[in-house]
């Protein structure tokens, strides 16, 4: 079968499309056909090294999320079956690339996976499990500081993938919602339910002070200056702390993989109650370029890399 493995750590030209084994499935495993992977900016830091893989070296294949029809099934699996269509996260932070989702077939254990509901394309639902799963979890983290009903949530990033369902989870859950959109998109933002939008240019010490920040960029010190005193601020990323005296708690999302959460974002999306978006579909073959378009920046959407 085709794959797509990093040969070293660097660039997109250590992305190199070849021939890899085939994979079995094992026990309480399937064999995934892929349809469609998600290209992620962890895809993009995992071969430029900034995601640290301790004693594994290249290559490896990038890849978390994934759609496609089961080929075949292990021993001691029950709950698929060959033909079912599914979409599921590689929990690549395990993995490290022994799978990766940027292949024709991919071994992956049940838990990993749902079904995807009829009406859900392949392409759309490979956007969801890594960017929903995040933004439903750093909210958990928010909801834990008991926040007052209505509340005011900022949330930077608003464009981007976790930024967008972040918005769009938070408005469900009650939150007034300040979100910070790129130049051009605000009218998507806005779409999205938030209650204020502002610009990307904007100066976060005018905004607010909002009660909890959920900071998906992240931007890191900046939004010190839109949350009050004993707020909350949820990043992606770890970030410098915010000054101690004011009492303001930092919380770092790490994702983790929670398939009954999973299967309620995807049947969500599917049912239309949240939106996702692409900007553009690529033969898996050219994932370099994908990469190229992920560091330029600029996008619109998700790039979903597509095979077969």
Same mark, same amino acid.
């Given at each position: ?9 660097g ?15 094992g ?11 998600c ?8 071969? !430029?090294?900034?995601?640290p893989?301790?004693?594994? !070296? ?7 999320d994934?759609?496609?029809?089961v ?14 269509r599914?979409?599921?996260?590689i ?37 969801v ?7 439903h979890q750093g ?17 930077t ?5 976790v930024?967008g ?28 339910g938030a ?16 009660a ?12 010190a ?10 990043? !992606?990323r ?8 004011r ?14 959460l ?36 600029g ?8 095979v077969?």
């Amino acid at each position: 079968m085709r794959g797509v493995v990093a040969t070293a750590l660097g660039g997109p030209e250590v992305l190199q499309v070849t021939d890899l084994p085939e994979p079995k499935a094992g026990s309480g495993q399937v064999v995934v056909r892929v349809r469609a992977v998600c290209v992620h900016p962890a895809d993009v830091a995992a071969t !430029t090294g900034e995601i640290p893989l301790g004693p594994d !070296t290249p290559p490896f294949a990038p890849g978390w999320d994934i759609a496609g029809e089961v080929a075949s099934v292990g021993p001691g699996t029950a709950d698929l079956a060959v033909g079912d269509r599914v979409v599921g996260m590689i929990p690549w932070y395990l993995t490290r690339g022994a799978p990766g989702g940027y292949a024709e077939f991919v071994a992956a254990d049940t838990d990993w996976l749902v079904r995807l509901p009829g009406g859900l394309d392949f392409v759309s639902a490979a956007t969801v499990p890594l960017n929903a799963q995040t933004a439903h979890q750093g909210l958990s983290l928010v909801s834990l500081a008991l926040l007052p009903a209505g509340s005011s949530l900022l949330v930077t990033g608003a464009s981007g993938g976790v930024g967008g369902f972040v918005t769009q989870l938070a408005v469900q859950a009650g939150y007034r919602v300040v979100a910070q959109a790129s130049h051009g998109d605000e009218e998507w933002v806005r779409g999205l339910g938030a209650h204020e939008v502002i610009s990307r240019s904007a100066d976060l010490a005018t905004v607010g002070p909002v009660a909890a920040v959920y900071d998906a960029v992240p931007v890191g010190e900046a939004v010190a200056a839109a949350v009050e005193d004993r707020g909350i601020v949820v990043a !992606t990323r770890p970030t410098a702390p915010i000054i101690p005296a004011r009492g303001v708690r930092q919380e770092l999302q790490l994702i983790r993989l929670d398939r009954e959460l999973l299967a309620d974002l995807v049947g969500q999306v599917a049912a239309g109650r949240l939106r996702t978006r692409v900007a553009a579909t690529m033969p898996l073959t050219e994932a370099a370029d994908a990469h190229r378009r992920v560091l330029a920046g600029g996008l619109r959407g998700k790039i979903v890399l597509t095979v077969g």
